[in-house]
């Protein structure tokens, strides 16, 4: 279940060896100590990463406090994304954030991996947008400290705050480029690569809001993904090429 509440994420889990009768077996168990059942059953080798450590890992690394924007967790796997205080403004009204999101699992089924985006936050009319600025992997194999392994993915963000920078600095310079007849031929031109559906809402958007500046274009785009386009894995794809295409121009 998606939802906002990050304590769901912070049940206490623990490793038990498993036997055959009086034999040791190569599998041990995870348990959520809270509840006290067993989320899985994995191999020896698999390195238990938990929510908790994770998220206060974050926390000390961006400092201040964190706002949970969605959780969700069905024991075995959970997903976040946490918006932290660094805070750079576009314009009026038009605010960056750095926000984390992170995916990690409790069974296997899925390798730790943490995010970093610029998320847009629109205050004045609802509009959410991100664009991934910071990636970072790891499995969950091996006898390893695990506060050293998440220290190590989030020491690797020392050019974030640059990267971040920069995207609020091409933010700034949308403003100033004019939507010309020439790029909105281009832009046409572009949207043949998309779906009837997703090109249609995105013409009748921008007849409806008339944008003068590629930055009024973006708005308008931002607007048909975060409204009007059903929220999808595909979806998204569309919505980052969208954004890249915006970007180039």
């Not at 926390?59 to 796997?77: C, E, M």
């Not at 939507?179 to 043949?192: H, M, R």
């Not at 930055?215 to 595909?234: E, G, R």
């Amino acid at each position: 279940m998606i939802n906002n509440n990050i304590e769901e994420l912070f049940f206490n889990v623990e490793e038990q060896k498993l036997f055959h009768g009086d034999e040791e077996t190569k599998f041990k168990k995870i348990i959520n100590k809270d509840t006290n059942k067993i989320i899985s059953v994995v191999s020896n080798d698999y390195l238990l990463i938990p929510n908790k450590l994770i998220i206060n890992s974050v926390q000390d690394y961006f400092g201040g406090t964190i706002k949970p924007i969605y959780t969700a967790s069905n024991g075995g796997f959970s997903v976040a994304k946490l918006q932290t205080e660094r805070l750079k403004e576009v314009s009026v009204g038009d605010t960056v954030a750095a926000v984390v999101s992170f995916e990690n699992s409790y069974d296997g089924s899925r390798a730790l991996s943490i995010n970093v985006e610029a998320l847009r936050l629109r205050c004045m009319n609802g509009m959410v947008s991100s664009v991934n600025v910071f990636s970072a992997r790891t499995k969950h194999i091996g006898d390893k400290n695990p506060q050293e392994i998440v220290d190590n993915m989030l020491d690797s963000l020392d050019k974030f705050d640059g990267m971040f920078d920069s995207l609020v600095s091409t933010f700034a310079k949308m403003r100033k480029v004019n939507f010309t007849k020439a790029v909105k031929i281009e832009f046409i031109k572009y949207l043949s690569n998309f779906p009837t559906y997703v090109s249609d809402l995105i013409v009748q958007q921008i007849i409806k809001d008339d944008p003068k500046t590629v930055w009024d274009l973006y708005n308008s785009i931002t607007y048909v993904c975060t409204h009007l386009m059903k929220k999808s894995f595909k979806g998204l794809e569309m919505e980052k090429e969208l954004n890249n295409f915006v970007y180039s121009i």
